[in-house]
C-alpha cells in the first residue's frame, strides 16, 4: 500500500499543476532573461514586448584589441514580435505523450531547461550579417617582415603583421548570450592569431650587411683609370633573403665585362715601308690591355663588404706581334711577289673606296707563323670610317635587285692581294669566291681566282705566314691600278699552278634591262651590271718545298649575270622592270645574284644590305690547306658563299 501510494504522488503533484496552472505558463519558464512562469499568454506578451524592446535599444560594445563597435540589439538582430516566444513558452509541457508531458513539466520545475527555448528572441540572419561586418574588418592575412634593397640603393623595411581571423561560432554564442543580459556591456570578439614566421629581428643581420655593401662605393683602380660601383650600381647585383646578402655573379660578371670594354685595348702593331733599303716605320706600335674578368669578378665579390673597398684592378699588358724595334728582324731582300689590277673607268666612289682600303693596308707585316685578317687590318668598311656608298645586288626571294651598297670596290683589293698570296704560295686560311665573274680579275691568264670580302656577312680573306720569315705587305695605287706587293726573304719553295677549264657554263643572256631606281635623281641612267656566263672552275696550285707537298684545289662556281641599267625617278617608286630582247637566252632562274661593279655613287645614301642568296649552299667557301704545324695536307675545295659579297 505504501508503495503504491509512493507511485500515485508524483501523479498527483503533476495533476495540481495542470489544474493550477490551466491557461498559464508553467512555472520555471524563462525567455529573454526574464520569467514567464505562471503567466498568462497575454501577461507574457506583455512582458516581453516591453522586454525586446528594452533589449533591442540598449547599447552594447563589441570589440578587439584596437577595434570598438557601438551597437544596439536591433543591430544584432532583437525583434519586436514576441509572439513565437510566447507560443512556445505556453507549449513547454503540454506537447507530446503523457509521460513525455510529465517529464517536461518536472524539468521546467527543477529549471534544468526552463530557459532552453528553440525561439531564442532575435534574427539569426541579423546577427550572421553583421559577424560577417565584424570579420571583414577584424581578419586580416599574416605578413612577414621585409626588407628590400631599391633600384636607387636605398633600404627599405616592412614591418611583419601578425594575422587574426575572426572565430564566427565562439564570438556568436557570446553574442547570443549578451543579447538577453542587461548586466554585460562589452563583448569581447573570440579571434585567433597567427605570427609572422619573419620578424625585424629576424632581418636585422641582413640589413647590417646591406647597409654595409651599400654605405660607400667600391672603388677600381688601375694607373691612371677609376671607376666605381656606386649603391645604384650595387643593388642590381644584390641578392637579399632572410639570411643575408650576397651578390649575383651574373650580375657582377656582365658588369665587368662592359669595364673591360672601356678598359681593354688592342695591341697595335707597327707598320713598314720599304724602298730598297732599310724599312722605315710607318705606323709605332703600342701594348694592349687586358682585364681579367673573372679574377675581376672575384675581387669585387670578397671585397664587396670589407671595410676596406679598393679594388686593384687585374690588367695585363699585351704586346704586339710587331715593333717598331722589329724593323731589323724583317731582313727584308727583296719582292716576293708583286700583283695588279685595273680600275680603269671606274666611278669616284669606287676609286675613292680602293685607295682609302689601300692606304689602310699598306705596312703589314706579318710574322712567322701567324695569321694575316683582312677585314682586321682594314678596318671597319663604314661610311663613317670614310668609305662612299656605291651599288650591290641583293636577292630578296623571287627578285634579284640592285641597292645601295656602302664601300663598293673594296673587294678589288681584297682580289690583289690574294692574286700576290696565292702565287707566292703562302697557305690561304679562308677565300670566298664572288657570285659573279669579273673578267678584270684574271691573273696570269687563270680564271676564277678571287676573293670577296664582306664584313656584315662574315666573309673574310685570311692567310698564313707559314714561312721561317717576317713578311712585309706594301699596297698602293698607280693612276688607275691598285698594287699588292709582298716583301721580305722569298721562301725556298717552288709554286706551279695547274689552270681549270670552264665547266658547266651557262650562257648569260644579253637582254638589255632597265630598271627604275627612287635614289637616283629623275632620268638619271647608270649601267650596273654586264652579262657574264655561268660556269664552274677548279684551279690547282700545288707548292713543294723538299719532300713537303702542298696541294689545293680552289674551286669556284659563277652565275650568269645581267645587262641591267637603272633609270632615276627622283623618289618615285620603281616601275617593273623593262627588257628588251637582244637574242635568246636561258630561263631567267638560273640568274645569280651578287653585288655588282660600283659605276657610280647613288644620289640618296641607303642601309647597306644584307644580301644572303637563296640557291647558294650555307657553307662559306674556305680553301683551307694544312696549318704550318702540319707537314702535306691538301687543302679543302671552296664551296659556296653563305652570304652575297662585294662584287668590285
Same mark, same amino acid.
Given at each position: 500500500?505504501?508503495?503504491?501510494?509512493?507511485?500515485?504522488?508524483?501523479?498527483?503533484?503533476?495533476?495540481?499543476?495542470?489544474?493550477?496552472?490551466?491557461?498559464?505558463?508553467?512555472?520555471?519558464?524563462?525567455?529573454?532573461?526574464?520569467?514567464?512562469?505562471?503567466?498568462?499568454?497575454?501577461?507574457?506578451?506583455?512582458?516581453?514586448?516591453?522586454?525586446?524592446?528594452?533589449?533591442?535599444?540598449?547599447?552594447?560594445?563589441?570589440?578587439?584589441?584596437?577595434?570598438?563597435?557601438?551597437?544596439?540589439?536591433?543591430?544584432?538582430?532583437?525583434?519586436?514580435?514576441?509572439?513565437?516566444?510566447?507560443?512556445?513558452?505556453?507549449?513547454?509541457?503540454?506537447?507530446?505523450?503523457?509521460?513525455?508531458?510529465?517529464?517536461?513539466?518536472?524539468?521546467?520545475?527543477?529549471?534544468?531547461?526552463?530557459?532552453?527555448?528553440?525561439?531564442?528572441?532575435?534574427?539569426?540572419?541579423?546577427?550572421?550579417?553583421?559577424?560577417?561586418?565584424?570579420?571583414?574588418?577584424?581578419?586580416?592575412?599574416?605578413?612577414?617582415?621585409?626588407?628590400?634593397?631599391?633600384?636607387?640603393?636605398?633600404?627599405?623595411?616592412?614591418?611583419?603583421?601578425?594575422?587574426?581571423?575572426?572565430?564566427?561560432?565562439?564570438?556568436?554564442?557570446?553574442?547570443?548570450?549578451?543579447?538577453?543580459?542587461?548586466?554585460?556591456?562589452?563583448?569581447?570578439?573570440?579571434?585567433?592569431?597567427?605570427?609572422?614566421?619573419?620578424?625585424?629581428?629576424?632581418?636585422?643581420?641582413?640589413?647590417?650587411?646591406?647597409?654595409?655593401?651599400?654605405?660607400?662605393?667600391?672603388?677600381?683602380?688601375?694607373?691612371?683609370?677609376?671607376?666605381?660601383?656606386?649603391?645604384?650600381?650595387?643593388?642590381?647585383?644584390?641578392?637579399?633573403?632572410?639570411?643575408?646578402?650576397?651578390?649575383?655573379?651574373?650580375?657582377?660578371?656582365?658588369?665587368?665585362?662592359?669595364?673591360?670594354?672601356?678598359?681593354?685595348?688592342?695591341?697595335?702593331?707597327a707598320r713598314f715601308t720599304w724602298n730598297?733599303?732599310?724599312?722605315?716605320?710607318?705606323?709605332?706600335?703600342?701594348?694592349?690591355?687586358?682585364?681579367?674578368?673573372?679574377?675581376?669578378?672575384?675581387?669585387?665579390?670578397?671585397?664587396?663588404?670589407?671595410?676596406?673597398?679598393?679594388?686593384?684592378?687585374?690588367?695585363?699588358?699585351?704586346?704586339?706581334?710587331?715593333?717598331?724595334?722589329?724593323?731589323?728582324?724583317?731582313?727584308?731582300?727583296?719582292?716576293?711577289?708583286?700583283?695588279?689590277?685595273?680600275?680603269?673607268?671606274?666611278?669616284?666612289?669606287?676609286?675613292?673606296?680602293?685607295?682609302?682600303?689601300?692606304?689602310?693596308?699598306?705596312?703589314?707585316?706579318?710574322?712567322?707563323?701567324?695569321?694575316?685578317?683582312?677585314?682586321?687590318?682594314?678596318?671597319?668598311?663604314?661610311?663613317?670610317?670614310?668609305?662612299?656608298?656605291?651599288?650591290?645586288?641583293?636577292?630578296?626571294?623571287?627578285?634579284?635587285?640592285?641597292?645601295?651598297?656602302?664601300?663598293?670596290?673594296?673587294?678589288?683589293?681584297?682580289?690583289?692581294?690574294?692574286h700576290a698570296v696565292f702565287w707566292a704560295?703562302?697557305?690561304?686560311?679562308?677565300?670566298?669566291?664572288?657570285?659573279?665573274?669579273?673578267?678584270?680579275?684574271?691573273?696570269?691568264?687563270?680564271?676564277?681566282?678571287?676573293?670577296?670580302?664582306?664584313?656584315?656577312?662574315?666573309?673574310?680573306?685570311?692567310?698564313?705566314?707559314?714561312?721561317?720569315?717576317?713578311?712585309?705587305?706594301?699596297?698602293?695605287?698607280?693612276?688607275?691600278?691598285?698594287?699588292?706587293?709582298?716583301?721580305?726573304?722569298?721562301?725556298?719553295?717552288?709554286?706551279?699552278?695547274?689552270?681549270?677549264?670552264?665547266?658547266?657554263?651557262?650562257?648569260?643572256?644579253?637582254?638589255?634591262?632597265v630598271e627604275e631606281e627612287p635614289t637616283?635623281?629623275?632620268?638619271?641612267?647608270?649601267?650596273?651590271?654586264?652579262?657574264?656566263?655561268?660556269?664552274?672552275?677548279?684551279?690547282?696550285?700545288?707548292?713543294?718545298?723538299?719532300?713537303?707537298?702542298?696541294?689545293?684545289?680552289?674551286?669556284?662556281?659563277?652565275?650568269?649575270?645581267?645587262?641591267?641599267?637603272?633609270?632615276?625617278?627622283?623618289?618615285?617608286?620603281?616601275?617593273?622592270?623593262?627588257?628588251?630582247?637582244?637574242?635568246?637566252?636561258?630561263?631567267?632562274?638560273? #640568274?645569280? *645574284?651578287?653585288?655588282?661593279?660600283? !659605276?657610280? &655613287? %647613288? @644620289?640618296? /645614301? =641607303? $642601309?647597306?644590305? +644584307?644580301?644572303?642568296? #637563296?640557291? *647558294?649552299?650555307?657553307?662559306?667557301? !674556305?680553301? &683551307? %690547306? @694544312?696549318? /704550318? =704545324? $702540319?707537314?702535306? +695536307?691538301?687543302?679543302?675545295?671552296?664551296?659556296?658563299?653563305?652570304?652575297?659579297?662585294?662584287?668590285?
Open positions: 500500500m505504501a508503495i503504491a501510494a509512493l507511485l500515485l504522488l508524483p501523479v498527483l503533484v503533476m495533476l495540481s499543476i495542470q489544474v493550477a496552472f490551466a491557461g498559464r505558463i508553467y512555472p520555471g519558464v524563462r525567455a529573454l532573461g526574464i520569467s514567464v512562469g505562471g503567466l498568462t499568454p497575454d501577461e507574457a506578451r506583455a512582458r516581453l514586448e516591453e522586454r525586446a524592446a528594452y533589449l533591442g535599444a540598449r547599447s552594447l560594445t563589441v570589440g578587439y584589441e584596437e577595434l570598438r563597435w557601438t551597437v544596439n540589439g536591433a543591430h544584432l538582430g532583437v525583434q519586436s514580435d514576441v509572439q513565437p516566444i510566447v507560443e512556445e513558452a505556453y507549449a513547454l509541457g503540454r506537447e507530446g505523450a503523457p509521460w513525455s508531458r510529465v517529464a517536461r513539466q518536472i524539468s521546467v520545475l527543477t529549471n534544468e531547461s526552463g530557459s532552453a527555448l528553440r525561439s531564442a528572441g532575435h534574427d539569426p540572419a541579423t546577427l550572421a550579417a553583421f559577424l560577417d561586418a565584424v570579420s571583414g574588418a577584424v581578419n586580416r592575412p599574416t605578413i612577414d617582415a621585409r626588407l628590400e634593397i631599391k633600384p636607387d640603393g636605398t633600404l627599405q623595411g616592412t614591418e611583419g603583421t601578425t594575422g587574426r581571423r575572426l572565430v564566427a561560432d565562439a564570438t556568436r554564442a557570446r553574442l547570443e548570450s549578451a543579447i538577453e543580459r542587461p548586466d554585460i556591456e562589452h563583448v569581447a570578439l573570440v579571434v585567433e592569431e597567427t605570427r609572422p614566421e619573419v620578424s625585424e629581428a629576424d632581418l636585422a643581420p641582413a640589413r647590417q650587411e646591406a647597409e654595409r655593401l651599400l654605405t660607400r662605393p667600391v672603388v677600381l683602380r688601375f694607373e691612371d683609370v677609376e671607376r666605381q660601383l656606386a649603391a645604384p650600381a650595387l643593388a642590381t647585383m644584390a641578392r637579399l633573403d632572410r639570411n643575408g646578402v650576397t651578390l649575383q655573379r651574373d650580375a657582377v660578371k656582365a658588369w665587368v665585362v662592359g669595364l673591360a670594354g672601356e678598359i681593354d685595348r688592342q695591341p697595335q702593331n730598297g733599303g732599310e724599312p722605315k716605320l710607318l705606323r709605332e706600335s703600342h701594348d694592349g690591355r687586358d682585364l681579367a674578368v673573372e679574377e675581376t669578378v672575384e675581387l669585387i665579390m670578397a671585397r664587396a663588404f670589407d671595410v676596406e673597398r679598393v679594388v686593384p684592378l687585374p690588367v695585363s699588358v699585351v704586346k704586339p706581334e710587331v715593333s717598331q724595334a722589329d724593323a731589323a728582324k724583317l731582313n727584308v731582300k727583296g719582292a716576293i711577289e708583286v700583283a695588279r689590277t685595273s680600275f680603269a673607268g671606274s666611278s669616284p666612289p669606287k676609286q675613292h673606296n680602293i685607295n682609302l682600303a689601300a692606304q689602310r693596308l699598306n705596312g703589314v707585316v706579318v710574322p712567322p707563323g701567324k695569321l694575316f685578317s683582312f677585314n682586321k687590318e682594314v678596318g671597319s668598311t663604314t661610311l663613317d670610317n670614310g668609305y662612299k656608298l656605291g651599288w650591290g645586288i641583293a636577292n630578296t626571294g623571287a627578285n634579284v635587285r640592285t641597292v645601295p651598297s656602302v664601300a663598293g670596290g673594296i673587294c678589288q683589293v681584297s682580289t690583289t692581294l690574294f704560295g703562302y697557305q690561304i686560311e679562308e677565300r670566298n669566291y664572288h657570285l659573279y665573274w669579273i673578267p678584270g680579275y684574271t691573273t696570269k691568264g687563270v680564271e676564277g681566282l678571287d676573293a670577296t670580302v664582306d664584313e656584315d656577312a662574315g666573309l673574310d680573306f685570311r692567310f698564313y705566314n707559314n714561312s721561317d720569315d717576317y713578311l712585309l705587305v706594301q699596297s698602293w695605287t698607280e693612276g688607275a691600278r691598285v698594287v699588292f706587293g709582298l716583301y721580305g726573304t722569298k721562301p725556298s719553295w717552288n709554286v706551279k699552278v695547274t689552270p681549270g677549264d670552264r665547266q658547266d657554263v651557262i650562257p648569260a643572256s644579253r637582254e638589255q634591262v637616283l635623281a629623275m632620268g638619271q641612267r647608270l649601267a650596273v651590271e654586264g652579262a657574264q656566263d655561268g660556269f664552274r672552275v677548279v684551279n690547282v696550285r700545288t707548292v713543294t718545298q723538299g719532300s713537303d707537298v702542298r696541294t689545293l684545289r680552289m674551286s669556284s662556281v659563277y652565275r650568269t649575270s645581267r645587262n641591267v641599267t637603272l633609270v632615276g625617278t627622283g623618289g618615285r617608286p620603281p616601275a617593273p622592270a623593262q627588257t628588251s630582247t637582244n637574242r635568246p637566252t636561258r630561263p631567267s632562274e638560273t #640568274t645569280p *645574284t651578287t653585288r655588282s661593279t660600283t !659605276t657610280s &655613287q %647613288p @644620289a640618296a /645614301p =641607303a $642601309a647597306k644590305p +644584307t644580301l644572303a642568296p #637563296t640557291n *647558294t649552299p650555307s657553307a662559306k667557301p !674556305t680553301a &683551307q %690547306p @694544312a696549318r /704550318p =704545324a $702540319a707537314s702535306a +695536307t691538301p687543302g679543302r675545295p671552296a664551296a659556296a658563299p653563305a652570304a652575297v659579297p662585294r662584287t668590285s
